[in-house]
């Protein structure tokens, strides 16, 4: 079974405006982290945010917000004032298991275009 | 350098060649991975290695050999591949360690199998 869920596989905002990418994901696990990543073209995976599973203030970090609803077990991230840059794949993923077992886990991706 | 470095960037070779990639991280970090990226599919995770030592083999077929001489090294051995397995191999760094640690990734080696 998918343990990240990320249902929209494409996107469109307009620039400025605020987008909200959908995750949920499944774990049995009492303790976990949640990640988003932005991939652009070029292949990088770059950090956005994380998201503790016993954090109970959402994440922020700059014009990025994750809304955690632990009950519902989703994760979706929030990005604010839409730039042309923000245009990139931007996958979701949770890191399971203990120390020295650590995995990432990652979902299918949505592919996010900002429109000028 | 710095964060995680993958090498080659781009890499064509034949179903009977044999070739490595390698990654080199200079984040201090005690865990190493490699991925696999292909089109519509989600980051297969195919190796973790935490001080150094295997803890996952995900059913990745033996054509697939990895090596972590030290923590700060990691190498995929590449043998006899097949055409589905041209893909982008991500390599990935994080410290064990509750909390905030990400994963760190490199920029990925585009593989093609001819």
């Known amino acids: 079974a998918q343990k990240i869920t990320q249902t929209q596989p494409g996107m469109f905002v307009q620039e400025k405006e605020a987008v909200t990418l959908d995750c949920t994901y499944d774990t049995s696990d009492q303790s976990y982290g949640l990640f988003w990543y932005k991939q652009p073209s070029s292949g990088e995976m770059i950090f956005l945010i994380y998201?503790?599973?016993?954090?109970?203030q959402n994440a922020t970090e700059g014009r990025y917000s994750l809304n955690f609803q632990k009950a519902r077990k989703s994760a979706n991230l929030v990005i604010s004032a839409s730039q042309l840059g923000d245009s990139a794949m931007y996958f979701c993923a949770m890191r399971e298991g203990a120390s020295g077992t650590y995995k990432y886990i990652f979902g299918t991706g949505t592919r996010l275009k900002v429109l000028a | 350098e710095t964060g995680v470095t993958q090498t080659p960037r781009h890499l064509v070779m034949g179903m009977t060649n044999k070739k490595s990639l390698k990654c080199e991280q200079h984040?201090?970090?005690?865990?190493m991975y490699w991925y696999k990226q292909s089109a519509k599919k989600p980051l297969e995770l195919m190796f973790v290695?935490?001080?150094?030592?295997?803890?996952e083999n995900n059913s990745v077929p033996s054509r697939f050999s990895p090596e972590c001489p030290n923590s700060s090294h990691l190498f995929l051995h590449l043998h006899t591949l097949q055409p589905e397995d041209s893909a982008l191999y991500l390599c990935a760094s994080s410290q064990e360690s509750q909390g905030p640690t990400e994963a760190f990734f490199g920029q990925g080696t585009r593989l093609t199998v001819v």
């Open positions: 998201q503790g599973s016993y954090d109970e």
């Open positions: 984040l201090g970090h005690n865990a």
């Open positions: 290695y935490s001080l150094e030592e295997r803890v």
